[in-house]
C-alpha cells in the first residue's frame, strides 16, 4: 500500500534530475571538446581577452575594471541572498508545528505522508544550500580579481595576467553552477503539488538550456572562423 502512495515519486522525480544531470554532462563535454559551439565556451575566451585589455592598458581602464567586476559581485549577491532566502524559509516550515499538506491532501498526486512531506523539503532545502555555497564562493574569487587586476606589471609580480584569468574563471565557473543548482531547485518546489509537475518542468528546461547554453545554427560558422583568426593570432 504504501508503495502505491509514493510510486510516482520515486519514479518521476528522480527521472526528471536524471534528464538535467545528462544534458549538463553532456553540455560539459561539449564545453571541453568544443567551446566556441556553446555559450561559456565563446563567454571564456572573452573573459579572457578582456583582462588581458585591462592590464595591459590599466592606467586608462582601471575603473571601468573594477565596475564590470563589481556588477558581476552583485549579481551574485543577489543570487545567495535569494537562495537563503528560500532556506530560511523552508527551515521554518519544516520546524514548524503547522502541517501545510493537510488540505493539499486529496488534490496531488503521489505521497503525503509526513515522511515523504519531510523529504521534499529537505531535498529542496539541499539544492538551494548548495546554490549558496557556490554563489558565496563565486564572490569571493570575484573579488580577489578585483584587487589583482590592477595589480601593477612588474617583472617580480606573481600576479600575471594568465594568473587573474584562471581566478575569475573559478569565480565565473562557480556562479554558472550555482545558478544550475538555483533553477534546477525551481522545478522541486513545485514537488510540494505533487511529482507530475516536477517531472514536466524538468523536462521542459531541457530545451530551454539548450537554447540559452549553444550557438544558434546559422552563426556557428562565423564564430568558428573568427575564433581560428584569434588562436592563430594568439
Not at 534530475?17 to 544534458?23: A, P, Q, R, T
Not at 555559450?39 to 573594477?66: E, H, P, Q, S
Not at 554563489?135 to 584587487?147: E, G, K
Request: charged share 15%; hydrophobic share 50%; with cysteine.
Amino acid at each position: 500500500m504504501e508503495w502505491r502512495k509514493c510510486y510516482l515519486d520515486v519514479l518521476l522525480v528522480p527521472l526528471g534530475l536524471f534528464f538535467s544531470m545528462v544534458y549538463h554532462a553532456w553540455l560539459w563535454h561539449k564545453v571541453r571538446t568544443q567551446p566556441l559551439s556553446t555559450i561559456i565556451g565563446i563567454n571564456v575566451t572573452g573573459r579572457r581577452f578582456w583582462v588581458l585589455a585591462m592590464m595591459k592598458d590599466n592606467d586608462k581602464k582601471n575603473i571601468l575594471a573594477v565596475q564590470t567586476l563589481r556588477n558581476a559581485i552583485m549579481g551574485a549577491t543577489l543570487m545567495a541572498t535569494t537562495s537563503i532566502l528560500l532556506c530560511s524559509g523552508l527551515a521554518a516550515v519544516i520546524s514548524s508545528t503547522y502541517s501545510i499538506k493537510k488540505p493539499l491532501t486529496d488534490t496531488i498526486y503521489g505521497a503525503h505522508g509526513e515522511f515523504m512531506m519531510a523529504l521534499k523539503y529537505v531535498t529542496i532545502l539541499l539544492f538551494f544550500l548548495f546554490s549558496f555555497l557556490c554563489h558565496s564562493l563565486s564572490i569571493r574569487f570575484v573579488n580577489q580579481a578585483n584587487f589583482l587586476i590592477n595589480t601593477p606589471q612588474d617583472p617580480m609580480n606573481v600576479a600575471t595576467p594568465d594568473y587573474v584569468v584562471e581566478v575569475l574563471e573559478k569565480g565565473s565557473m562557480l556562479n554558472t553552477v550555482g545558478n544550475r543548482l538555483f533553477y534546477t531547485a525551481l522545478p522541486l518546489l513545485l514537488w510540494i503539488f505533487g511529482p507530475v509537475l516536477v517531472f514536466l518542468c524538468s523536462i521542459t528546461l531541457v530545451p530551454l538550456f539548450y537554447n540559452l547554453d549553444f550557438v544558434p545554427p546559422t552563426r556557428k560558422g562565423k564564430v568558428n572562423e573568427i575564433g581560428n583568426r584569434e588562436f592563430e593570432s594568439v
